[in-house]
């Protein structure tokens, strides 16, 4: 299994320029989730998702789109980039019968929005 | 909604001795799971541990045991026997039981460990 995977490593955006963060993970979770990581700071939920079809909005949902249209992949959708919008962003996913609750998290896509 | 307070920006432990990272947490659901993360200078975030608001016991797992006390509100992370690889950034992260099942966490803002040889 690859785990989580995300694309790209690395982005430089101009103000106002969309683009689309990918996530996919192959190990058939249910549950997938983004997250952004500010300099010195926890991570902050922005959306996340229980199944293909559904998702729902985190704490910090402004300026990003999302959808699942299938179990494997769940992209993040900048609008118009803003320089508030720096940060690294992580996609992580569970199973829904780990008694764990382990999230497993992708490597991570840093961007910088100029 | 849930807060998650971690009060130590930076803690310092002798390699081989034992240190506790410290996290509040602040809830009205009666159901809820915490959690510790990894996070080392590659970025990259790990599980370490698990522990749900009815457990009963609290939670191990090799070297980190989670010292979970309800009314204190705290779920301190415990690193025995610290090796110089578990120099890292330590997130302490909270969720209600629906929330904690979808991966709807809140994290705290973290604690940076030092491990000196």
């Known amino acids: 299994n690859a785990g989580v995977t995300q694309t790209p490593k690395f982005q430089v955006l101009k103000t106002g320029q969309s683009m689309t963060l990918q996530c996919a993970q192959d190990m058939n979770h249910e549950y997938m989730s983004w997250y952004r990581q500010d300099p010195g700071m926890g991570l902050r939920l922005i959306h996340y998702s229980v199944g293909a079809g559904i998702t729902d909005q985190g704490e910090v949902p402004n300026g990003y789109n999302v959808s699942r249209s299938t179990t494997e992949d769940f992209p993040l959708r900048l609008l118009s980039a803003a320089p508030s919008q720096t940060s690294v962003y992580f996609c992580?996913?569970?199973?829904?019968?780990?008694?764990?609750?382990?999230?497993?998290f992708g490597p991570g896509t840093r961007l910088t929005v100029t | 909604a849930q807060k998650i307070t971690q009060t130590q920006p930076g803690m310092f432990v002798q390699e081989k001795e034992a240190v506790t990272l410290d996290c509040t947490y602040d809830t009205s659901d009666q159901s809820y799971g915490l959690f510790w993360y990894k996070q080392p200078s590659s970025g990259e975030m790990i599980f370490l541990i698990y522990?749900?608001?009815?457990?009963?016991q609290n939670a191990t797992e090799g070297r980190y045991s989670l010292n979970f006390q309800k009314a204190r509100k705290s779920a301190n992370l415990v690193i025995s026997a610290s090796q110089l690889g578990d120099s890292a950034m330590y997130f302490c992260a909270g969720g209600n039981a629906g929330g904690t099942s979808y991966g709807k966490l809140t994290f705290g803002q973290g604690t940076i460990l030092t491990v000196h040889p």
């Open positions: 522990q749900g608001s009815y457990d009963e």
């Open positions: 992580a996913s569970r199973r829904h019968r780990d008694l764990t609750y382990e999230q497993y």
